[in-house]
């Protein structure tokens, strides 16, 4: 709900009330972010001003009691008196940084729009707020969506420069203010291979951030962080996410000041930022999801889950097909006889959908060459795309394909025809990594290129399921596509070309599963899921290290965008050994799929994994849908638990995993969150009937670990209440 009276400003849902106000003088003063109020605050006596040394008045005021330096600013700005990071900066032709936005007005918008080129949430009545810069004559937008259920509000800004030339040098999504107190910061860090690991520290004076500037979001940091009480909990205390809609390069930023306020800022990454804006033109920032929750960093995820599921991901959105892709099975060594057996032995799995990884293009036979000549090997497949597809349909299988379309090799019939095309910088050495270059996405004829042969392979060869990969990151962002004096905006450019294209083959092939993969979750981010709703989570399947991986990515990410797949031991990552029981449960939680090559497993194991996807065809709504309990931290101690409720908590599913098995060990114990506790539960593992406040309290015990990294799954449904239970 959005109340305005009296100059304030009161967006509140469910739970939780985000309140600023104008001051007299034209300022956006942030009053208030946290439980729902019922009703506006009279902020002049419960904000008191003080004069503070060194805090300068406001612009031409002698009222020493109010000054930028110390206010909560709803869009911080340079030159007026706030010494902290800003939100917003631009140089003016006369080389002026100063600018001074006040209030000019406010609409309330019954739909929401999206930012021009990028991705955004769905969503209705939102508010937008006019400020205009004295100095310069240009318009800031400050738009702000409320989601009342999922407790989110999502905000972005936009520039309209309403005089001369300028450049812009930083232009956030947000920011918000906190009142002083002792906070944590909670982010999700990581490397190829490790992604998506929660890290929690004490925010203390002086600026914390995160940030890419890759032109991918980037394995090291996912574009999220919280600010959490310190003593919040999983399931206590107050906690406020921050998850961007961007796949780029971005920053996120916490600034704690001298007076213990703490601000938090994001959005695109402004260390390299420059961006010419004529007269006329308009500049908008990728949209920043933020969510308020008392209840926890559990209750805040949940949150994240809902609002992205439910107004992010395409409402067209399939189930995830059970795979088999051939990546880890084969590499870039297959024949036609090897890939017909890898069909069959998939299909007699019980696999929905064969991907062929990696390989099948030109003379593609090693990561050396041939990227960007997207033309089948015919040797290699035993015919065209067609008779593969073919092969797979007859075995009642979907047919997918790797693809990495924002990429070219040296040796390429492409760079040998066009040298030009790749991104590079005149009189420096052209800059590889693994063999590649990046093709120049921002050059209009590379785009149509690229349009036009991924046409010809998703339309002609039955192709339902596509793997886009990305796996180098951009160096020499730069453009000769671009005039002189735009060619310093490459690293934004490359990012709205990349959803030029994802935009225009999403709308053009709704019949086909985009799977997204950066070497694994590379660009695993907010802005990736709008077009691809899954994502390859990680390189490394390995179960022990997927349960940090997964456990981390669920922090925002709903499980349905995650991608997971029973892989052979010793794992490839790790060298590591564990049960395929263990590989498979911990693949359930999520999109399931496998990595290995059938025909090396035994009967026994064959069987096994029947019974696994079997299992995930059953599950997998629940697992899509329902609400995640982390209930065992693989962080913080030796197991890893999540389970998932459906909304109407009648079914749930856990996974259990011990990593090292301890001699003589306490009883394990699983407690249930979530559940009803009026209602029975059968415990379809041992057929035995608890209550579920039984199951919550008491909890049940798990068995004593014998041996490293087994593994256990709980499937519960709601059964009638017997007497005896109660
Ligand atoms: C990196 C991906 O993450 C892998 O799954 C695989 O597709 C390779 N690229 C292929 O080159």
């Not at 109020?37 to 009279?42: A, E, Q, R, V």
């Not at 000549?373 to 092969?391: C, F, H, I, P, Y």
């Not at 590989?583 to 290995?596: K, N, P, Q, Y």
Request: hydrophobic share 35%; aromatic share 12%; charged share 25%.
């Amino acid at each position: 709900m959005i109340t305005i009276g009296k100059g304030i400003f009161h967006l509140s849902g469910d739970a939780f009330s985000y309140i600023f106000r104008v001051l007299p003088e034209g300022y956006l003063q942030h009053l208030y972010y946290g439980r729902r109020l019922s009703g506006y605050i009279d902020s002049e006596d419960l904000f008191p001003p003080h004069a503070r040394s060194f805090s300068p008045n406001f612009p031409g005021s002698s009222d020493n009691r109010y000054s930028l330096d110390t206010l909560a600013c709803e869009f911080p700005v340079f030159g007026t008196g706030d010494f902290r990071e800003g939100a917003f900066l631009a140089e003016r032709r006369d080389g002026s940084r100063v600018v001074d936005f006040r209030y000019e007005g406010y609409e309330i918008l019954s739909q929401k729009s999206r930012p021009d080129g990028m991705p955004g949430y769905r969503g209705g009545e939102t508010l937008s707020v006019r400020l205009k810069d004295t100095l310069s004559g240009c318009i800031l937008t400050l738009y702000y969506t409320v989601y009342e259920k999922e407790g989110a509000i999502v905000r972005r800004a936009e520039l309209l420069n309403g005089g001369e030339m300028l450049r812009l040098l930083r232009l956030m999504s947000f920011c918000v203010d906190f009142p002083a107190q002792e906070y944590d910061v909670i982010a999700l860090s990581g490397a190829y291979a490790m992604e998506r690991s929660p890290v929690r520290m004490h925010a203390e004076q002086g600026i914390f951030r995160i940030s890419s500037a890759r032109c991918a979001s980037s394995h090291a940091h996912s574009p999220f962080l919280a600010l959490a009480e310190r003593d919040a909990t999983e399931e206590t205390g107050q906690v406020f996410g921050f998850s961007l809609v961007y796949s780029g390069s971005f920053v996120l930023r916490t600034e704690r000041d001298a007076l213990g306020s703490v601000r938090v800022t994001g959005g695109i990454n402004d260390s390299e930022f420059c961006w010419t804006l004529q007269g006329g033109e308009k500049f908008c920032t990728p949209e920043m999801a933020i969510v308020f929750s008392d209840k926890g960093i559990g209750s805040m995820s949940r949150a994240f889950h809902d609002l992205i599921r439910g107004e992010l991901l395409p409402l067209n959105r399939q189930d995830t097909p059970v795979v088999l892709n051939s990546w880890e099975a084969c590499g870039f060594s297959f024949d036609p006889q090897s890939l017909s057996e890898l069909i069959h032995g998939a299909a007699e799995l019980g696999a929905e959908c064969f991907v062929l990884d990696d390989g099948w293009f030109s003379k593609r036979s090693s990561d050396r060459s041939s990227l960007g000549d997207w033309v089948a090997n015919t040797e290699k497949l035993g015919g065209g795309l067609d008779s593969l597809a073919r092969l797979c349909r007859k075995n009642g299988l979907r047919f997918g394909l790797w693809v990495e379309p924002e990429m070219i090799s040296r040796d390429s019939e492409l760079y040998r025809c066009h040298p030009e095309w790749c991104v590079h910088c005149k009189g420096l050495a052209y800059i590889e990594s693994r063999n590649q270059l990046v093709l120049d996405l921002v050059n209009p004829e590379v785009r149509e290129y690229i349009k036009s042969c991924m046409d010809k392979l998703f339309s002609s060869a039955e192709i339902s399921y596509v793997k886009w990969d990305m796996n180098r990151n951009v160096t020499e962002a730069l453009s000769y596509a671009l005039p002189e004096e735009r060619r310093a905006e490459y690293s934004h450019r490359y990012v709205l070309a990349l959803y030029e294209l994802l935009e225009y083959f999403t709308e053009k092939y709704p019949q086909i599963f985009f799977l997204g993969c950066s070497g694994g979750g590379g660009r695993y981010d907010a802005g990736m899921l709008y077009y691809f709703p899954v994502q390859w989570a990680s390189d490394n399947t390995d179960a022990a290290d997927r349960c940090h991986i997964q456990y981390g990515g669920s922090y925002v990410y709903p499980l349905c965008t995650s991608d997971n797949h029973v892989s052979s031991c010793p794992n490839l990552s790790t060298g590591r050994t564990t049960p395929l029981k263990t590989r498979a449960d911990v693949a359930s939680l999520g999109g399931f799929g496998l990595e290995l090559d059938p025909k090396r497993l035994s009967q026994q194991e064959r069987e096994e994994l029947h019974g696994y996807i079997a299992r995930q065809k059953k599950l997998r709504k629940l697992v899509a849908d329902g609400d995640v309990y982390r209930l065992k931290d693989p962080f913080s101690g030796n197991e890893f638990c999540m389970e998932v409720v459906s909304k109407d908590r009648k079914r749930v599913y856990a996974v259990w995993v011990n990593m090292l098995a301890p001699a003589n060990p306490p009883q394990p114990r699983l407690r249930f969150r979530g559940l009803d506790s009026e209602k029975a539960y059968r415990v379809e593992e041992t057929g035995k009937i608890y209550g579920g406040d039984v199951l919550m309290n008491a909890g049940l015990p798990l068995p004593l670990p014998y041996g490293d990294f087994i593994s256990g799954t709980f499937t519960l449904s709601a059964t009638e209440r017997r007497e005896k239970y109660d």
